[in-house]
């Protein structure tokens, strides 16, 4: 049985696929499977998929038809047989001592090891050498995250987890932000965090991406913020339930913020507008809330501005 089963949900995807494969291949860290989920391509990613599967009896290919990355991630996840899962993107790519550098922190007794990442449109190793590593619970874990304190962050990939987390939670299928929705949630349930500055993880940027244009299913981004307020909301009597709830209200915040200037940047005055609404009956309570982080209490203090105004400044600062 493996140490690690890496996930990597592939949907048209060739340009970058054998990438992607690659950088697991080139791991110092030889004790892993690689399992690719093909969701139903059309381009030549399942014959890329398939030839490294004939060359390594480590990588393993599940395909169907497309259902979405969240869908497909659930299936690896199924399929996994090793206790330690780490997810990567059809076009991301490990660094070579990624695997190696979260294994010793998960052999250490860690569930969750989460990196940082490097974003760009061109890869370019830099060796971490001997990174610094914080431990922590999962609850301060998962208030950090939600009130977007670097390096802390949603992404699934770029991370370490102990299987047993996905016991009873998966991914919602069909829900854009899946990330913002399970990652919390997942460090909710871990009593042991080791993060770090450093990047393991190249994460691609694309201008054509989802994450870089309008589209109604942004509008999930608000769903799930609202849901995990409402998860920690009915957490009350535990002690922690408060200081979580304010944290995922900064989350819903931000999340507001971010949607009514993409909304107004594509035409969308009338999201915008609703957005708006909830970010001037939120922005007292962001004012007081001393762990925000300054672009939510710069929208707060800004929300008194005219309509026009307010969404041009929110639209400078969306992506």
């Not at 990939?157 to 854009?176: A, H, V």
Request: positive net charge; glycine residues 6%; charged residues 20%.
């Amino acid at each position: 049985m493996p140490a690690v089963s890496v996930i990597l949900p592939a949907y048209n995807a060739e340009a970058f696929l054998g990438r992607s494969i690659a950088s697991i291949l080139n791991q110092t860290y030889a004790d892993w499977e690689l399992i690719i989920v093909d969701d139903g391509s059309t381009d030549g990613s399942a014959d890329i998929a398939a030839a490294a599967a004939a060359a390594d009896s480590r990588i393993k290919l599940l395909r169907r038809p497309n259902g979405g990355v969240s869908a497909a991630r659930n299936i690896g996840i199924a399929a996994a047989t090793a206790p330690y899962i780490a997810f990567i993107d059809a076009d991301d790519e490990y660094y070579p001592e990624a695997l190696a550098l979260m294994m010793e922190r998960g052999d250490a007794g860690a569930d969750m090891v989460c990196a940082n990442m490097q974003p760009g449109k061109v890869y370019r190793h830099k060796k971490p050498v001997n990174p610094a590593w914080t431990t922590v619970d999962g609850h301060t874990a998962a208030m950090a995250t939600l009130y977007q304190q670097p390096p802390w962050h949603t992404g699934p990939w770029s991370k370490l987890y102990r299987r047993s987390l996905f016991d009873n939670l998966t991914f919602t299928s069909g829900m854009r932000y899946e990330d913002l929705e399970i990652v919390p949630l997942l460090l909710e349930k871990c009593r042991k965090v080791d993060f770090t500055a450093a990047p393991l993880y190249f994460y691609r940027t694309n201008p054509a991406s989802f994450m870089q244009k309008w589209s109604d299913s942004r509008l999930d981004a608000l769903k799930v913020t609202e849901k995990l307020v409402a998860h920690y909301r009915s957490l009350a009597d535990t002690g922690y339930g408060a200081a979580m709830t304010a944290a995922a209200e900064s989350r819903h915040f931000s999340a507001l913020c971010n949607i009514a200037g993409l909304a107004y940047g594509a035409g969308r005055r009338d999201v915008a507008t609703r957005c708006l609404t909830q970010i001037r009956r939120l922005s007292p309570h962001m004012l007081a809330l001393p762990r925000v982080r300054l672009r939510n209490k710069a929208a707060a203090r800004l929300a008194a501005l005219p309509d026009s105004l307010l969404l041009w400044l929110l639209r400078l600062a969306a992506r």
